[in-house]
């Protein structure tokens, strides 16, 4: 029997459960919460009616994600990085930026899209209860 492949195995099956982390009543009040999910660090976030859960640490160097405001950016609703400024979808975790045509006078600043760099997690309601599941990525 291949132990280390036994220990994967029985890894990527648990980081596939929902785990309870908390009444959303609770969560709903303090509109976020902090919590472990098998050994990984995740904010939840209660936004506008929907919770979003997300790696605590920033992709980009691991500032804290958990102390900011939610701000709208393009009218998507991010988290801003509180080490660098990094904007950060909570919907999809893109990472949003601001680009300007340097060629064209009469150019405006745009966003744009760094693509998908935070990795973002399921959350589940079921009876008042919220359960985060792990993405795979």
Not at 21 to 33: A, D, H, L, W
Not at 67 to 73: A, G, P, Q, S
């Amino acid at each position: 029997m291949d132990l280390q492949r036994s220990t994967q195995d029985l890894k990527t099956i648990e980081n596939n459960y929902s785990v309870y982390v908390g009444r959303e009543e609770n969560i709903k009040k303090s509109q976020r919460m902090t919590t472990v999910v098998h050994d990984r660090e995740v904010v939840i976030f209660y936004h506008k009616g929907e919770y979003h859960a997300m790696d605590i640490c920033s992709y980009h160097l691991g500032g804290s994600l958990h102390l900011r405001e939610i701000e709208d950016f393009d009218e998507q609703a991010c988290i801003v990085c509180s080490w660098h400024k990094y904007k950060i979808t909570l919907s999809i975790g893109e990472g949003l930026y601001q680009s300007i045509n340097p060629k064209d006078s009469s150019a405006v600043l745009k966003w744009c899209s760094k693509g998908i760099k935070q990795r973002i997690h399921t959350v589940t309601v079921k009876n008042g209860h919220i359960y985060v599941t792990l993405s795979k990525a």
